[in-house]
């Protein structure tokens, strides 16, 4: 079936293929609502689009290699999940925390703005939900900001519009993919652990100061 399909398509049709496949595999994540910077404006993904219009045949030869191409298309997203539990990238937790911040922004966003309407945020904003929640006591070094917001760009999480990644003023969308990285199960976990790392860390100053305390 897949030789069929893929026998139908023109020459450019192929080589789009190849690339777009290429693409996916490495991104895990492609989403149809984009920014542009040439344009300085959101605009439909092509990439996206054309694994849509040829979805069958994408599933049908990522399939042979053991992936799932899953589409949600509510929020426009096409992912891949690999039926073995291979080619899964671990965070470090930076990162990980750094993506914590963005799905509370996200949803922050989902529920005092219509749903049509693209996550845009600053680095600024970032920072200070992750200090507010307590995953932070005090802004982060630009090195780990720049790693964090990097490493999330890479898989098509979030998308830079403009500026230096760890500049405050910097504009950074939030896509969708989000919402399949980091599950609501996910999230209440994640608020738990930064919960026990912040009392944790209380306890340690509480004995510092009871220390300081006997030695004066």
């Known amino acids: 079936m897949f030789i069929e399909m893929y026998n139908e398509l023109t020459n450019s049709e192929k080589d789009n293929f190849k690339r777009v496949l290429s693409l996916i595999l490495s991104k895990t994540f492609i989403v149809n609502r984009i920014f542009d910077g040439n344009q300085n404006t959101f605009k439909s993904n092509s990439d996206y ?24 298309s509510n929020y426009e997203v096409i992912y891949l999940e690999n039926e073995y539990g ?16 963005l799905r509370l922004k996200f949803d ?18 970032i920072i200070k939900t992750l200090i507010d929640v307590g995953a932070y006591t005090k802004k982060p070094s630009d090195t780990e900001i720049r790693t964090a917001l990097s490493n999330l760009i890479s898989f098509n999480i979030i998308q830079k519009i403009d500026g230096i990644l760890e500049k405050p003023e910097t504009k950074i969308v939030i896509l969708p993919s989000i919402l399949f990285v980091i599950t609501n199960e996910k999230i209440t976990k994640l608020s738990q652990s930064i919960n026990m790392l912040e009392e944790t860390e209380e306890e340690e100053n509480i004995e510092e100061n009871e220390e300081l305390g006997e030695e004066e």
Not at 110 to 121: A, F, K
């Open 86 to 101: 291979y080619n899964k990238k671990r965070l470090d937790k930076n990162t990980t925390i750094f993506l914590y911040g």
């Open 108 to 125: 922050e966003y989902r529920e005092n703005i219509n749903l049509n309407v693209d996550t845009v945020v600053t680095v600024a904003d």
């Open 49 to 72: 689009r054309f694994i849509d219009r040829n979805i069958e045949l994408f599933r049908d030869y990522l399939e042979i290699a053991g992936y799932r191409l899953i589409k949600d």
